[in-house]
């Protein structure tokens, strides 16, 4: 297995840490968690579509490619990463941003995430709820390339094989530090959603034989759907990384029940969660995804499907700046 044969930029901070939560674990009487700090990659706050964006932004400069382009919600932290990271190759950047009114806040359509779009420089198209975003963005790459330009498409959350290859660097991460600190890691748990980051990090441990369970808590899509997907993307990464085949159907595992009513919209359990990390440890997660993750994991836990003597690394995907878009919700 390897990833070195593709283009990639170095943009995030790498290794990021790997850390004991003692209270945390501590106070749920289960397993040793430990947190993989993937909220502090660096860029513009942080956050795991960084690791992306390091292979994505290379492809587009290798494409001779002068403008950005991509799509999410309203609040998407992936937007805000690739605006940073466009800045940083200095390529225009474009982002088709879907108002979903997920939260009555004053700051959802201005604050968090959508501040910072403006302040990187991005262009910030609104789109209307319901709106196709694959559909959007093909018809935007192909205004520009008649008006002469030379966009790159990055789908939403840059989660296609380039960009999981981010992911592939994770887990090998996890397993060097794991090593070093002597720690046999029984299961790695995390926010999915458009199913890169999952495909990535499966992908990864099968790549090296390392037998790491890995969880996706999901917080939008079906179990159903959200395992196809990133079976499919996982299967198409261990081909870039050499290792044709390692993936198998078993080793994706998506839970769907800590979604609530839907993406971006809030749980008790997710406020619970928030609120449980924040005062045990001082960990800043996000209500969007690292919440509703950790909810799943707490809900694990109590349900002794994780217990004492195993040890479980819960990695933080970032989201701190959509936070602050939702404050309301933890009034
Ligand atoms: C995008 C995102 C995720 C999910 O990652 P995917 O690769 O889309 O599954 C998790 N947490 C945060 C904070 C994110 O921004």
């Known amino acids: 297995m390897r990833i070195d044969q593709n283009a990639r930029i170095g943009i995030a901070h790498l290794p990021t840490p790997l850390e004991h939560?003692?209270?945390l674990s501590e106070m749920l009487g289960g397993p040793e968690i430990y947190v993989?700090?993937?909220d502090a990659t660096g860029l513009a706050t942080g956050g795991n579509k960084t690791r992306k964006l390091e292979f994505l932004i290379a492809e587009a400069l290798v494409l001779g490619a002068d403008t950005i382009v991509t799509v999410g919600a309203m609040q998407s932290n992936h937007a805000r990463q690739t605006a940073a990271a466009a800045a940083r190759a200095g390529l225009r950047c474009e982002l088709l941003l879907e108002n979903r009114h997920a939260v009555a806040d004053p700051a959802y359509e201005t604050g968090g995430n959508v501040l910072l779009d403006r302040l990187l420089g991005a262009d910030v198209i609104e789109l209307p709820a319901g709106t196709d975003l694959e559909a959007a963005i093909e018809r935007r790459g192909s205004q520009?390339?008649?008006?002469?330009?030379?966009?790159?498409?990055i789908p939403i959350g840059g989660s296609n094989p380039v960009g999981a290859l981010g992911y592939v660097g994770c887990a090998m991460e996890l397993i060097d530090q794991a090593r070093s600190l002597g720690l046999r890691i029984d299961r790695v748990v995390h926010a999915s959603a458009s199913a890169?980051?999952?495909?990535?990090?499966v992908a990864g441990f099968a790549g090296a034989a390392a037998g790491i369970a890995v969880t996706g808590l999901?917080?939008?899509m079906s179990a159903k759907q959200l395992t196809e997907?990133?079976?499919?993307?996982?299967?198409?990464?261990?081909?870039?990384?050499?290792?044709?085949?390692?993936?198998?159907r078993d080793m994706v595992v998506v839970d769907d029940s800590h979604v609530g009513p839907g993406y971006g919209l809030p749980t008790s359990e997710m406020r619970e969660a928030v609120e449980m990390a924040a005062r045990t440890e001082g960990l800043i997660l996000d209500p969007v995804y690292t919440g509703k993750a950790m909810a799943g994991l707490v809900?694990?836990?109590?349900?002794?499907r994780l217990t004492r003597g195993q040890?479980?690394?819960?990695?933080?995907?970032?989201?701190?700046?959509?936070?602050?878009?939702?404050?309301?919700?933890?009034e």
Do not use: C, W
Not at 196 to 201: D, R
Not at 299 to 304: A, K, L, Q, S, Y
């Open 21 to 23: 939560l003692p209270r």
């Open 311 to 330: 040890n479980v690394v819960f990695v933080h995907t970032g989201g701190v700046a959509g936070l602050f878009a939702y404050g309301s919700v933890f």
């Open 144 to 153: 520009l390339r008649e008006e002469g330009s030379v966009p790159y498409l």
């Open 196 to 201: 890169g980051t999952q495909a990535g990090l």
């Open 36 to 38: 993989k700090r993937d």
């Open 299 to 304: 809900d694990m836990i109590r349900r002794g």
């Open 218 to 220: 999901s917080v939008g």
């Open 229 to 248: 997907a990133v079976f499919d993307i996982a299967t198409e990464v261990a081909v870039l990384i050499e290792a044709p085949g390692s993936v198998t």
